[in-house]
């Protein structure tokens, strides 16, 4: 691809995605790649631009990740955070310390807005710290341009080398003029153009797919989800009816969704071959509760039923997933690739006979596909579809599954989810959605005992999905969703919201 490349260089920090993601939501395209690449490697991709991460060793152990000073050397213009600036100092003769007191926090820092790095920016102002060690001697040929209360050099730079480290985090939302920073320093010191876009990476994706497809097929498991939705858009738009979509319906999809995952992609030159396989996961799922068995015994299912229509497909040339980058980067201490297949489909690979796999998204964050996506020409329903498990349904009915629960949570799940975005939380609310429990309790209704069960809603914020917070959904809306629910679900006489945090609980229930 045609773009110019920023390194990202891991040394186990927190935040290495995020300053990855914040580099390309300036336009500029980066890649993250372990401490441990050679100078060789670096020089061969030809970057414009390198940063140092964070990490949570200190320079002066002897076995902390270090730099090849060679690094440093190629002209390239760097920028160390935190971690990454210490090494920098380290490498290059000053002095790294444990700090007599930590920063944590909001620290309020002066900066020399003189300094390429900071031009524009206020020259007091709020940025985020955590570490244990500073900066207590600075090599030959830098100045500090940043200071705290605590640390003289909070920021440092090298004009004629082109080296910048800071001791806070740009990268995270509480360094209030962090952005600006990064920036700067891609766009005044590394001279990027910006030419990183989503309209510009699905014209030569779609090139690019065309020239390793050739006249060959491709089989691509369409689960609904967005991961496999846009790569199906990418693909048809690349190479039509070549492509082949199977999207099994196990039976626990919400309310409509077979049918509209059906309807996004009706238009589509493509061949999509619907498998209505409800009635064998229903029999599969009868005296079943264990939450684990139930997930164990809908991904063998799963797996044998789209087995069965690949085979009646024959010989493929390619299987397509839609694998993205948070699944395949490197991380910094490891030398394995952390690939987690988190997706519906992982494990067909075994079953489908196939010559190679493509994964056109392998490059991309979330929140990119989700823009692929939209520039593709996909529905708002399928671009901004929440994270839906593979299992589906099944695992928001607690206990054994029958009809009757399911049909039950999908109308009550349904009135949840259309309240939510009515009253236009549906993009704050990260997560949301409801959960029949196994328990049932007396109620009354016209003057009447009921005995029926109890519904469960969850909703939550979160970035990562890692860790999440319940959300606070305003009492008003949830009382406008237990009337309805109440009122026009049949079986439901209590209702209760989750009010737990992951940790210590999950986000889903089973
Ligand atoms: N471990 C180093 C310190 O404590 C760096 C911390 C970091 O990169 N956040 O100072």
Known sequence: MSHQLCIVLDFGGQYTQLIARRVRESGVYCEVLSYKTSVEKIKKLNPAGIILTGGPSSVYDNDSPKINKEILELGIPILGICYGYQLIIHTLGGKVSPAPTKEYGKVLTSYDTNSMLFSGLNENNLSWMSHNDYVVEIPEGFTAIASTELCAYAAVENTSKSLFGTQFHPEVNNTVEGFKILHNFLYKACKFTGDWSMANYASTAINNIREKVGDGKVLLALSGGVDSSVAAALLAKAIGNQLTCIYVDHGFMRKNESDEIKKAFADWDINLISVDAREQFMAKMKGVSDPETKRKIIGEEFIRVFEQEAKKIGKVDFLAQGTIY??????????????????????????????????????????????????????DVLVWRQPFPGPGLAIRVIGEVTEEKLDILRDADYIFREEIARAGLDRQVNQYFAVITNMRSVGVENNARTYDYTLGLRGVTTTDFMTADFAKIPYEILEIVSTRITDEVKGINRIVYDITAKPPSTIEWE
Do not use: C, Q
């Open 326 to 379: 948070p699944d395949v980067i490197e991380s910094g201490e490891g030398d394995a690739v952390v690939v987690k297949s988190h997706h519906n489909v992982g494990g067909l690979p075994d079953y489908v006979d196939f010559k190679e796999i493509i994964e056109p998204l392998r490059m991309l964050f979330k929140d990119e596909v989700r823009r692929l996506g939209t520039e593709l020409g996909l529905t």
